[in-house]
Every structure is written in C-alpha cells, then in structure tokens.
C-alpha cells in the first residue's frame, strides 16, 4: 500500500484534481484507485488531464496521458470489490 502522501504529488499540476480529491475526502473508493493508477503511470514525459470527454464514444474517461510527440492514451480504471478467483 502506498501512502496519501506518495501518491497525491502525482495531481501536481493536473486539471481537475480538486475534484478527484474531493472525492477521496468523501470515501470514493474508484476515485482513491484513480489515483493510485495515476501514481504509477505518471512519468515527467507525461502530460495527465482528468476526466476528458472522448470524442469518438461520447463517454468520459477517468483520465488521459498525452506523451511529448502528442500521442493521447485514455485510461479507466476500475476497482472490484471483490475478486473473481
């Protein structure tokens, strides 16, 4: 387990992470996974926004990763509550 304090730097300069927080602050489970995803893809390479509408599905995804050639991967992440084992 990775603590708060570890992974919250990983928000540092990303739109919308007052509402991901917020979100944490209010027991969100996804939204504390969301942000355990965003720890450990985050690279200085990547830029991160949260919650960008994608266009070709009309859908929103938990967040997008742009590298520096402006290549967009977008990321949902889900947590299960319980493993199918």
């Known amino acids: 387990m990775v603590s708060m304090d570890r992974r919250l730097p ?23 996974a969301e942000l355990t995803a965003l720890y450990l893809v985050r ?11 994608v266009e070709e599905t009309g859908r929103v995804a938990d967040f997008a990763l742009r590298d520096r050639r402006g290549l967009e991967m977008y990321v949902e992440v889900t947590k299960p509550d319980q493993a199918d084992a």
């Open 10 to 32: 990983a928000l540092d300069g990303v739109d919308g992470a007052e509402n991901l927080i917020q979100r944490i602050r209010n027991g969100d489970l996804a939204a504390d």
């Open 43 to 53: 690279l200085p390479v990547l830029n991160v926004r949260l919650q960008p509408p």
